[in-house]
């Protein structure tokens, strides 16, 4: 088996100009020239898109966005589709965040819709799932992810989801400097892999990086790296500066 390459992956959300946007993927381009087996995506907004794509031609750093709508085109005011996205040099896509979820009304069955979109597109799709604090309060966290991967990722077959990110993230531990410890990530991230191969055989569910994403700090990337089934971080404020950045990617 090929091991799962490490990707961290910086999620700006609404940050940064089009000009604060470049500088700070220059900066970063320049402190992980020269770091090697892992991969790096960062997501500016969208009006940052193109611009940051220009900034990091000839370098080892990937473009994805925060969104993007199912429909290819048409009268939906503020959406923005695949192909704007893969015109803009995005190759990855974040689906599905908890943020998504709660403040605009994102649904699993929306999700889906949106990775299908994602991957017809040659788009990878990072899909993001995660309980919140009253769920796993209520020792509901398997259950709920349960029923996020098999709406998010219903109708799809073993050879549509080669290109398939999933980023797990307790929605407890976004932005509020709880961190869950690295046998709680673990335990998820091991039972997220455990129903990919119960639906979608070993081949894929060995294959599938798995990110951890919820304060992640250059302090304790290295130990939840350190799990078995963590291949990854999807990273928010931490991913905002170059040098804090840089030090998670060189975990």
Same mark, same amino acid.
């Not at 999933?166 to 932005?175: D, F, K, L, N, R």
């Given at each position: 088996?090929?091991?799962?390459?490490?990707?961290?992956?910086?999620?700006w959300?609404?940050?940064?100009?089009?000009?604060?946007?470049?500088?700070?993927?220059?900066?970063?381009a320049?402190?992980?020239?020269?770091?090697?087996?892992?991969d790096?995506?960062?997501?500016?907004?969208?009006t940052?898109?193109?611009?940051?794509?220009?900034?990091?031609?000839?370098?080892?750093?990937?473009?994805?966005?925060?969104?993007?709508?199912?429909?290819?085109?048409?009268?939906?005011?503020?959406?923005?589709s695949?192909?704007?996205l893969?015109?803009?040099?995005?190759?990855?896509?974040? &689906? @599905?965040?908890? %943020?998504?979820?709660?403040?605009?009304? +994102? #649904?699993?069955?929306?999700?889906?819709?949106? /990775? =299908?979109?994602?991957?017809?597109?040659?788009l990878?799709?990072v899909?993001? &799932? @995660?309980?919140? %604090?009253?769920?796993?309060?209520?020792? +509901? #966290?398997?259950?709920?992810?349960?029923?996020? /991967? =098999?709406?998010?990722?219903?109708?799809?077959?073993?050879?549509?989801?080669?290109?398939?990110?999933?980023a797990?993230?307790?929605?407890?531990?976004?932005?509020?400097?709880?961190?869950?410890?690295?046998?709680?990530?673990?335990?998820?991230?091991?039972?997220?892999r455990?129903?990919?191969?119960?639906?979608?055989?070993?081949?894929?569910?060995?294959?599938?990086?798995?990110?951890?994403?919820?304060?992640?700090?250059?302090?304790?990337?290295?130990?939840?790296?350190?799990?078995?089934?963590?291949?990854?971080?999807?990273?928010?404020?931490?991913?905002?500066?170059?040098?804090?950045?840089?030090?998670?990617?060189?975990?």
């Amino acid at each position: 088996m090929t091991p799962r390459t490490p990707l961290i992956a910086g999620n700006w959300k609404m940050f940064k100009t089009g000009r604060e946007a470049v500088e700070t993927a220059k900066a970063l381009a320049e402190k992980v020239q020269t770091v090697s087996g892992v991969d790096v995506m960062i997501a500016p907004a969208f009006t940052a898109l193109s611009l940051v794509s220009e900034a990091l031609k000839e370098t080892n750093i990937a473009l994805g966005a925060q969104n993007l709508h199912w429909e290819m085109e048409g009268a939906f005011t503020g959406e923005i589709s695949a192909p704007m996205l893969k015109a803009a040099g995005c190759s990855h896509v974040i &689906i @599905g965040h908890s %943020e998504r979820r709660q403040y605009f009304g +994102e #649904t699993d069955e929306t999700v889906n819709r949106r /990775i =299908k979109a994602a991957l017809e597109h040659d788009l990878v799709p990072v899909f993001c &799932i @995660g309980e919140t %604090e009253t769920e796993r309060e209520a020792e +509901e #966290t398997f259950s709920v992810l349960d029923k996020q /991967i =098999k709406k998010g990722l219903e109708g799809f077959s073993f050879g549509d989801l080669d290109k398939l990110v999933i980023a797990y993230e307790p929605v407890w531990a976004i932005g509020t400097g709880k961190t869950a410890t690295t046998e709680q990530a673990q335990e998820v991230h091991g039972f997220i892999r455990s129903m990919i191969g119960d639906h979608y055989g070993d081949t894929l569910a060995k294959a599938v990086r798995i990110l951890y994403g919820g304060s992640v700090k250059p302090d304790n990337a290295s130990a939840l790296m350190a799990m078995p089934d963590v291949d990854g971080a999807l990273v928010g404020g931490a991913s905002l500066d170059a040098e804090t950045f840089s030090r998670i990617v060189r975990f």
